[in-house]
């Protein structure tokens, strides 16, 4: 076997530029997603360097192909693309980093090697070379944010949000803040700030007690408290949902008897975690059900719940539902036979979207999303609420969220659904940030504290008619 095809099997090379260039060649050219390349390649992420280099490159992805072609005599081949990759590593870190010049230069005209390619290590020392010539780039500026999206996202945008369009594109092209839920089942958060000062770690609080957000990312696994299962990374966006449904029970006074939750697309289980360690803070009964029907999904949900110390067990048809342990399903949730007997009092449904919301966390998603994912996106959603809320009792509240920014995944779902269901009630909610959409609310990363994010809260309801909806 000869090093490169041990190489592309996903061995650790001694050199991180050529490790990202085969993690950017999996992205771009093979449409495997980050998340793909951390559970598949490990070692291609092993080093806050290595994570630098793939996030930061992604991220500039469009602009650093621009700069770079301008330096090359002719295209390079599609078989080229590790080659074209790493000349993008190469860029990146000239114009946005400050890793020394020769360091960047050298290491990827090393990497030519690794790849099979020696015959290239001119032409990557030449570009590269002309490129260090030229000015570092302001990766916040509004030109290169929208050079840095593709063409129909950038024009599906500016259709979308107008002048704002610019600004969250360049919220896109920033770094996403760390925040973090404390468990407060496992701890009080006083306690656990108290932990993080003692730690030399500085972070501001809000918006709800046990919401802290960092002021330096860390590696989550050296918080203090991580292995006693004392906090979890959850963006504040993504921690309005449990409130949001604390806040409809408050509404409705549960009596002693306990009520019954579903988190239909639970997986790995943030939010479901969060309206567990609410609804216990609350000290309100429950029965909380997770379905997804992702089996390694549910099983990463069951390993973080083993963590954060909350139960889980396999929920099968007919079994009895338990208040001290999360039952778990595995099946889809448009499916019409679901093991349930009993209606739900609420439903959160976390669909799966494009995650337009999280760019400036997942800069992959601008690679790899276009226009029909998005509509394929919207069928699967449009299904997954025509089917629960056929699971929601008379009474219920159903949350629809997605971390998505377009009407298409949103409002456009929630307006289909009204169509066609003459029981359903929107009780709008209201947010400090963000704004009011005609069914729900968004949240947009333009506020530096939340990923973009979107909430509908549907009522079910016997006597209402569509002229209750707005
Ligand atoms: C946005 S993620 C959920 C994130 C989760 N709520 C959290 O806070 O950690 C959407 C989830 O829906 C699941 N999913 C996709 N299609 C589904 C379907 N037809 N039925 C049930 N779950 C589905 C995916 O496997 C994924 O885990």
Redesign the pocket.
């Known amino acids: 076997m000869t090093r490169d095809a041990t190489d592309s099997q996903g061995q650790r090379s001694a050199n991180t530029r050529l490790d990202i260039a085969r993690a950017l060649t999996h992205v771009v050219g093979h449409r495997r997603t980050i998340e793909w390349v951390r559970a598949e390649r490990p070692q291609w992420l092993q080093s806050s360097l290595h994570s630098e280099l793939l996030y930061g490159t992604l991220r500039h992805y469009l602009s650093l192909t621009a700069a770079i072609q301008k330096h090359l005599k002719r295209p390079l081949k599609k078989k080229d693309l590790d080659l074209q990759n790493l000349l993008l590593v190469g860029a990146y870190q000239l114009q946005h980093t400050a890793v020394a010049d020769y360091a960047a230069i050298n290491e990827c005209v090393d990497a030519c090697r690794g790849l099979g390619k020696p015959w290239a290590k001119g032409l990557v020392n030449g570009v590269l070379r002309a490129l260090q010539r030229q000015e570092r780039i302001e990766p916040a500026t509004e030109a290169l944010a929208e050079r840095d999206h593709p063409e129909w996202l950038r024009i599906l945008l500016h259709r979308q949000y107008g002048k704002n369009a610019l600004e969250l594109m360049e919220a896109n092209n920033r770094r996403a803040p760390m925040t973090l839920r404390i468990n407060q089942i496992a701890t009080r958060p006083d306690v656990f700030k108290q932990r993080l000062k003692n730690a030399n770690i500085p972070f501001t609080d809000g918006p709800w007690e046990e919401t802290v957000t960092l002021l330096e990312p860390q590696v989550a696994a050296d918080l203090p408290g991580w292995t006693q299962g004392e906090c979890a990374v959850?963006d504040q966006a993504?921690q309005h949902?449990a409130h949001l449904i604390i806040s409809a029970l408050r509404q409705k006074n549960p009596n002693a008897s306990p009520i019954k939750v579903l988190?239909?697309?639970?997986?790995?289980?943030?939010?479901?975690f969060h309206v567990r360690e609410a609804l216990t803070q609350e000290h309100i009964a429950h029965y909380l059900f997770a379905?997804?029907?992702?089996a390694t999904?549910l099983q990463e949900?069951s390993e973080i719940a083993t963590r954060l110390g909350h139960a889980t067990h396999a929920h099968a048809d007919g079994s009895t539902p338990r208040t001290e342990s999360i039952g778990l399903i595995c099946?889809?949730?448009?499916a019409t036979d679901l093991p349930f007997p009993d209606p739900f009092d609420v439903i959160?449904i976390?669909?799966?979207?494009s995650?337009s919301g999280t760019i400036r966390r997942n800069p992959d998603i601008r690679m790899l999303l276009s226009q029909k994912v998005l509509l394929e996106h919207q069928v699967?959603q449009r299904?997954?609420l025509q089917n629960l809320w056929q699971r929601l009792m008379p009474g219920g509240t159903l949350v629809y969220s997605?971390?998505s920014v377009f009407s298409e995944e949103n409002d456009q779902v929630i307006q289909s659904f009204l169509g066609s269901t003459a029981d359903a009630l929107v009780v709008r909610p209201s947010f400090a940030t963000g704004r009011a959409t005609q069914h729900g609310w968004q949240l947009l990363p333009t506020e530096p504290l939340t990923d973009g994010f979107y909430y509908c809260v549907l009522e079910k309801g016997r006597h209402y008619t569509k002229a209750n909806s707005p």
């Open positions: 959850q993504a949902a988190d239909a697309c639970a997986a790995p289980g943030g939010k479901l379905l997804d029907n992702k999904r949900l099946a889809d949730g448009c959160l976390d669909a799966p979207c995650g699967l299904q997954l997605t971390c």
